[in-house]
T-cell receptor, first 114, second 112 residues
Framework: GNSVTQMEGPVTLSEEAFLTINCTYT??????LFWYVQYPGEGLQLLLK?????DKGSNKGFEATYRKETTSFHLEKGSVQVSDSAVYFC?????????????FGKGNQVVVIP | GAGVSQSPSNKVTEKGKDVELRCDPI?????LYWYRQSLGQGLEFLIY????????KSGLPSDRFSAERTGGSVSTLTIQRTQQEDSAVYLC??????????FGQGTRLTVV
């Protein structure tokens, strides 16, 4: 079945550091890929998406490229801010079999220290 | 409001009691999802509705869990004979386009 794997453990880094969160996926069809973010005390919200291979999603300085050859969708930001502290979830949706289910990874807590 | 609304926001119940959680999706959104979020467990898929039908119920953890959606809008998740392991935040989301789900704030369920 479809699944998403995120790197283990929280990520702690200093302001202005480079952030990478790894995400790999397994899918039977041609999935769309997403990153969702959950800021403290808030609900999950869509951060960015990519719907086909080699697409790059971007928003708020974050980027992720859909790599079919490595089945990956790693999230990157060149210079993080304290306000980027949140939990980040990678997700996929594969409608190949008529099922629009969104499958999520376990999430990564990101803490940015001033 | 314009977003996904869930009620109650918090629910404390005694073990063995039944609970009902409600979700009001964004008007016009045809897809509706229920997830469960436990500490350290990420988001666990429970059930997905397209209109009033549920093409995917595979995530419901046991037959104590059921959900329905009426009029292509409001959905209710029911947990019968609650157990302590049911304690979690239950999240509802709705979407119009593939994968662009809008989430509610969740219902925090505590079974004591």
């Amino acid at each position: 079945g479809n699944s998403v794997t995120q790197m283990e453990g929280p990520v702690t880094l200093s302001e202005e550091a480079f952030l990478t969160i790894n995400c790999t996926y397994t899918a039977t069809g041609y999935p769309s890929l997403f990153w969702y973010v959950q800021y403290p005390g808030e609900g999950l919200q869509l951060l960015l998406k990519a719907t086909k291979a080699d697409d790059k999603g971007s928003n708020k300085g974050f980027e992720a490229t859909y790599r079919k050859e490595t089945t990956s969708f790693h999230l990157e930001k060149g210079s993080v801010q304290v306000s980027d502290s949140a939990v980040y979830f990678c997700a996929l949706s594969d409608q190949s079999y008529g099922n629009n289910r969104l499958a999520f990874g376990k999430g990564n807590q990101v803490v940015v220290i001033p | 409001g314009a977003g996904v609304s869930q009620s109650p926001s918090n629910k404390v119940t005694e073990k063995g009691k039944d609970v009902e959680l409600r979700c009001d999706p964004i008007s016009g959104h045809t897809a509706l999802y229920w997830y469960r979020q436990s500490l350290g467990q990420g988001l666990e898929f429970l059930i997905y509705f397209q209109g009033n039908s549920a093409p995917d119920k595979s995530g419901l953890p046991s037959d104590r869990f059921s959900a329905e959606r009426t009029g292509g809008s409001v959905s209710t998740l029911t947990i019968q004979r609650t157990q302590q392991e049911d304690s979690a935040v239950y999240l509802c989301a709705s979407s119009l386009e593939i994968g662009e789900a809008f989430f509610g704030q969740g219902t925090r369920l505590t079974v004591v």
